[in-house]
Nanobody
Framework: QVQLVESGGGLVQPGGSLRLSCAAS????????MGWYRQAPGNQRELVAL???????NYADSVKGRFTISRDNAKNTGYLQMNSLKPEDTAIYYC???????????????WGPGTQVTVSS
């Protein structure tokens, strides 16, 4: 079993920055992919950014050039650096981890509880 804890959300003015963290713990043998998703009221959950075990990344068009995803494998922690924030970035941000279980050696996906990001003047 794996648990995820997100942190770093909050209220920020347009043009500001936030850094989200996702700490994973539990029966982790290795983490294959780490991703950030977001969901605004009335909208579907959408992909923001992905980072693979190779280091390759994938971003939504709406955040390219502004957001940067990274990971610290030794700490089983992922990050999302968000710069030049816009009001339309307001949403609940969720961390997702695709990992190999250390006991069963099975691949499973986990979601964090989410953290609120509000961009408003």
């Amino acid at each position: 079993q794996v648990q995820l804890v997100e942190s770093g959300g909050g209220l920020v003015q347009p043009g500001g920055s936030l850094r989200l963290s996702c700490a994973a713990s539990g029966s982790i043998f290795s983490i294959y992919t780490m991703g950030w998703y977001r969901q605004a009221p009335g909208n579907q959950r959408e992909l923001v950014a992905l980072i693979f075990n190779s280091g390759s990344t994938n971003y939504a068009d709406s955040v390219k050039g502004r957001f940067t995803i990274s990971r610290d494998n030794a700490k089983n922690t992922g990050y999302l650096q968000m710069n030049s924030l816009k009001p339309e970035d307001t949403a609940i941000y969720y961390c997702n981890v695709d990992s190999i279980d250390s006991i069963e050696l099975t691949r499973r996906s986990y979601w964090g509880p989410g953290t609120q990001v509000t961009v408003s003047s």
